[in-house]
């Protein structure tokens, strides 16, 4: 473990830009705070365009790009002040999409056809376009896609009894947000990364995608092209998701700036 004093902490951006060409920036917790960007986080983004940097925004969000980019600008981050997006819930959908293809990972080539949704409705994208049959019942699936809780207030105790179904047919779950926690606003939600560590502690059986996993840092490597790894650097606000496994990052730099 690195001594608390051996962390170097830093003021602010400003620090960092002349070190780095390639920006991976995390979004909820770091850009906005669900509801609207942090003051300064606009002119922040414009500011190191201006001086040549390439940004791509990572979330952990359980939906496709299109959907992040629209949200995003709602709240008041608009197109223009970063170059790319990229999430685990589009890491999850191209996964799917691919599971038919020689190139699949085993673990999706393995997969039947019937598919399980454990999350709301606004999380239905995952599935558009993609070679599966959504069943309403567990006792009728294949496997499960976890994207989150339900409705915004529920526990994990909600969910028991659907897990344990789950895990007495041997469903494996595939997670579209390692996320266990999120601040909406001040309220704190649970993630679908909850649901999945509780069904692994049944016992189950859980593919993850998202933060701190190598393969979405593989897909967002590609948004930065021609740029060395050892020029970008990677902004968040969890040490569970943002830092935990090192490796994942190839040798992209993580910061810890002061809060």
Known sequence: MVAAQQIPLIDGIAA?????????????????????????????????????????ILSNAPRRVEAVIARIGEIGIPPGTYDAVFTSGQDTWL???????????????????????????????????????????IAAADFVLASGVIERHDTLEHYDDRLQ??????????????DLVVINAGRRELCAGALAQRYEALG?????HGKPYASTYQEVFKLLPGIDKNRIVAVGDSLRTDMADSTALHGVEVEIAAA
Request: glycine share 10%.
């Open 165 to 178: 179904r789950m895990r007495a047919r041997e469903l494996p779950m595939i997670c579209a947000n390692p």
């Open 95 to 137: 996964h799917l999409r691919s599971r038919g293809a020689a190139a699949a990972e085993p673990f999706y080539r393995d997969l039947g056809p019937r598919c399980f949704h454990l999350g709301p409705e606004r999380d239905r994208g995952l599935l558009e376009d993609v070679p599966i049959e959504t069943v309403s019942a």
């Open 204 to 208: 189950g059986v859980v593919r993850y």
């Open 16 to 56: 960092l830009a002349p070190r780095y060409d390639g920006w991976i920036l995390d979004l909820w917790g770091v850009l906005h705070n669900g509801q609207q960007p942090y003051p300064g986080v606009v002119d922040c983004l414009r500011r190191l365009k201006h001086a040549g940097a390439r940004l791509a």
